[in-house]
C-alpha cells in the first residue's frame, strides 16, 4: 500500500454542508413551535437535516482513528483537550453574551435589569455543564465529543480491536432505545450512546476503508434519506436505525469519492464550519431579540425572516470565530496540561479537524 495519504476534500464539503443544515434546522424551528407546520412547508425537508450533528460527529471519528494509530492511544487525551478547551470558551462566551443581552433588554424596555440577570442565572446548574448546555444547547455537541474521545482512549488501553468497539456502540446504542438507560437523565438533548455511535461509525468507516470496497454509495445514501423521510411520514418509528444507515452511507460517499467539491469554494469555507455551528445562535438570539424590540410579531410568517436569519448566522460566525478560537488556544496550551510530542519535519499533510 501506498504511503501518499489521501485527503478527502468530500468530507470537508459535506461538513460544511451539514453546518448549514444545523443552521437552518433551528431557524425554521420557529415554524414548528408556532404551530404552522405542514409537510409543504417544513416537515418536506426537515428530516433531512437530521443528518447535521451525525456527520459532524462522523468525521470527527474518521480523523481520530487515522490520528490515534499514528500517535497511539494518548492522541485521544491531546484531542480531548482541544474539545475541552472549546468546550470552556465557547461555553463562557455564550454565559457573558446571554447576561449582556437580557440586561440591554430589560433597559430598552424600562425593566428590572437585576431581575434579568437573575433569571439567567437561575438557569445554569451542574448538570448543564456536564450535558454541555451551560452556555448553549448546541455544544452539547462537544461535551458528546469529548466523553467519546474519552470512552475510545479506554478501550484502546485495553486493546479492543476495532470491530469489537463498533459492537461496543452498536450494542449501547441498541440498549438506550430500547429504554435501558431511561434512569440516566443527563443529558438534555443528545445522549452518549447517540454521541459515541456516530463517532465510532467515523472510526470504523477509517479502519475499513482500505479493506472493504463500498458499492453504490449514491444509491445507499439516497434510499436510506428516502427512507428516513417516509418513516416519519408513514410513522414507522424506525428513526433511530435509519439515520446511522443513512450517516454510514454518505460517509462511504466521502470515501469513495475523496475529491467531491476539490478545489471549490466549498472547501475553502469548510475550515469555518465549526464556527458556523457553534456560534449560529448567538446571532440568532440577537436577531429573536431586535425582531421582539421592534415589535414584529408575526415574523414566523415571513419567508424573509427565514432567509435573512439563516444566511446571517451563516456569514457573521466566520468574523467573530477567530478570537474566540485563539482564546481557547491559550486555555489549551496554558490552563490544561501538556502532552509533548516529537514531529518529522516531513509529516505528511493531514485532513482538517474538527476546530
Keep these: 500500500m501506498s504511503g501518499t495519504k489521501t485527503y478527502y476534500h468530500s468530507i470537508?464539503?459535506?461538513?460544511?454542508?451539514?453546518?448549514?443544515?444545523?443552521?437552518?434546522?433551528?431557524?425554521?424551528?420557529?415554524?414548528?413551535?408556532?404551530?404552522?407546520?405542514?409537510?409543504?412547508?417544513?416537515?418536506?425537508?426537515?428530516?433531512?437535516?437530521?443528518?447535521?450533528?451525525?456527520?459532524?460527529?462522523?468525521?470527527?471519528?474518521?480523523?481520530?482513528?487515522?490520528?490515534?494509530?499514528?500517535?497511539?492511544?494518548?492522541?485521544?487525551?491531546?484531542?480531548?483537550?482541544?474539545?475541552?478547551?472549546?468546550?470552556?470558551?465557547?461555553?463562557?462566551?455564550?454565559?457573558?453574551?446571554?447576561?449582556a443581552v437580557e440586561a440591554s433588554s430589560a433597559y430598552v424596555l424600562d425593566e428590572s435589569i437585576t431581575a434579568a440577570i437573575r433569571?439567567?442565572?437561575?438557569?445554569?446548574?451542574?448538570?448543564?455543564?456536564?450535558?454541555?448546555?451551560?452556555?448553549?444547547?448546541?455544544?452539547?455537541?462537544?461535551?458528546?465529543?469529548?466523553?467519546?474521545?474519552?470512552?475510545?482512549?479506554?478501550?484502546?488501553?485495553?486493546?479492543?480491536?476495532?470491530?469489537?468497539i463498533f459492537a461496543i456502540a452498536v450494542g449501547l446504542y441498541g440498549l438506550e432505545n430500547i429504554g435501558y438507560f431511561e434512569s440516566i437523565q443527563l443529558f438534555q438533548y443528545k445522549s452518549f450512546a447517540f454521541g459515541f455511535l456516530y463517532v465510532v461509525l467515523g472510526y470504523t468507516l477509517s479502519y475499513t476503508k482500505d479493506k472493504i470496497s463500498y458499492r453504490a454509495p449514491w444509491f445507499y445514501t439516497l434510499l436510506f434519506a428516502g427512507a428516513y423521510v417516509a418513516n416519519y411520514y408513514y410513522q414507522l418509528g424506525l428513526a433511530w436505525i435509519l439515520l446511522p444507515l443513512f450517516a454510514f452511507s454518505l460517509g462511504t460517499l466521502c470515501v469513495q469519492y475523496p475529491n467531491i467539491g476539490k478545489g471549490t469554494i466549498l472547501t475553502k469555507l469548510s475550515s469555518?464550519?465549526?464556527?458556523?455551528?457553534?456560534?449560529?445562535?448567538?446571532?440568532?438570539?440577537l436577531v429573536l431579540k431586535g425582531v421582539a424590540l421592534a415589535g414584529w410579531t408575526d415574523y414566523y410568517m415571513s419567508p424573509l425572516y427565514y432567509m435573512g436569519t439563516i444566511i446571517l448566522c451563516i456569514v457573521l460566525p466566520i468574523?467573530?470565530?477567530?478570537?474566540?478560537?485563539?482564546?481557547?488556544?491559550?486555555?489549551?496550551?496554558?490552563?490544561?496540561?501538556?502532552?509533548?510530542?516529537?514531529?518529522?519535519?516531513?509529516?505528511?499533510f493531514q485532513q482538517k479537524q474538527i476546530g
Design 12 to 99: 470537508d464539503v459535506f461538513r460544511f454542508i451539514c453546518a448549514i443544515f444545523v443552521v437552518t434546522v433551528h431557524i425554521t424551528s420557529q415554524i414548528s413551535s408556532h404551530g404552522i407546520a405542514t409537510w409543504a412547508n417544513y416537515y418536506s425537508y426537515r428530516y433531512l437535516l437530521d443528518i447535521g450533528s451525525p456527520f459532524f460527529l462522523m468525521a470527527a471519528g474518521f480523523i481520530i482513528f487515522r490520528k490515534s494509530t499514528e500517535q497511539g492511544p494518548s492522541y485521544l487525551l491531546t484531542y480531548g483537550k482541544k474539545i475541552l478547551s472549546y468546550f470552556i470558551v465557547f461555553s463562557l462566551f455564550y454565559m457573558v453574551a446571554r447576561v
Design 119 to 164: 433569571t439567567q442565572l437561575n438557569q445554569w446548574s451542574a448538570l448543564n455543564v456536564l450535558n454541555g448546555s451551560i452556555g448553549s444547547f448546541q455544544l452539547y455537541f462537544l461535551v458528546l465529543l469529548l466523553y467519546s474521545a474519552l470512552f475510545l482512549y479506554g478501550l484502546l488501553r485495553l486493546r479492543i480491536h476495532p470491530l469489537g
Design 272 to 285: 469555518y464550519s465549526l464556527a458556523i455551528y457553534t456560534l449560529h445562535i448567538f446571532f440568532e438570539l
Design 319 to 348: 468574523f467573530l470565530f477567530r478570537p474566540i478560537y485563539h482564546s481557547a488556544l491559550w486555555i489549551k496550551e496554558k490552563c490544561l496540561f501538556t502532552f509533548r510530542r516529537k514531529t518529522s519535519e516531513n509529516e505528511p
